[in-house]
């Protein structure tokens, strides 16, 4: 299911999207961070944490893929994001959470089948949440330093683009509100 060149395609990738108030606070980090290990500092508009990534589809095939998301039954949860960490492999420095939430794993577990079901190949890797903060950052195996914790009530995921230029929102899907 290889999509042919001469077809218009896109980049596109299911993400957990922060409101102004949490990337405010990824901000202060990054200001930190960055300080420490230099390297490149993520736009505050585009900070998200990367659910499924799908890579290059056609573009006759985005209503089929906002479909397979329609389809996900979620419910909303609160995400606390309270480590620093650093990939030396690709120098990235990321936000992650220390307990990775039920409803988080389930979500991606539900978006994972309904995207097989409709014949979408995705990126299949064991799911780490994280934003990612910097790229090009130097740092050592030391511990970054402790950071205050972000705390994010996920309430929706969107269908995101990726341009050279930007990531571009193309549709979100609401999770159910969690009872109690």
């Not at 896109?10 to 960055?34: D, I, S």
């Not at 970054?144 to 899907?173: C, I």
């Amino acid at each position: 299911m290889n999509e042919r060149s001469d077809y218009p395609s896109v980049k596109v990738f299911f993400a957990m999207w922060p409101g102004t108030a949490e990337r405010g606070e990824l901000k202060n980090w990054q200001n930190r961070l960055h300080r420490l290990c230099g390297g490149r500092v993520m736009r505050f508009e585009s900070l998200h944490a990367t659910l499924v990534f799908i890579g290059q589809i056609g573009t006759s095939r985005l209503e089929a893929l906002q479909l397979a998301a329609q389809e996900v039954d979620g419910t909303g949860f609160d995400l606390c994001l309270d480590s620093a960490r650093y990939w030396g492999h690709n120098h990235i420095a990321y936000a992650v959470p220390a307990e990775v939430p039920e409803q988080l794993a389930q979500l991606v577990a539900a978006l994972e089948q309904s995207l097989q079901r409709h014949r979408f190949k995705f990126d299949r890797r064991a799911y780490k949440p994280h934003v990612t903060l910097l790229r090009n950052a130097r740092w050592t195996d030391a511990p970054l330093p402790v950071m205050p914790p972000v705390n994010w009530r996920v309430e929706d995921f969107a269908l995101v683009q990726s341009t050279p230029q930007e990531y571009r929102v193309l549709a979100r899907f609401p999770l159910r509100a969690s009872g109690g």
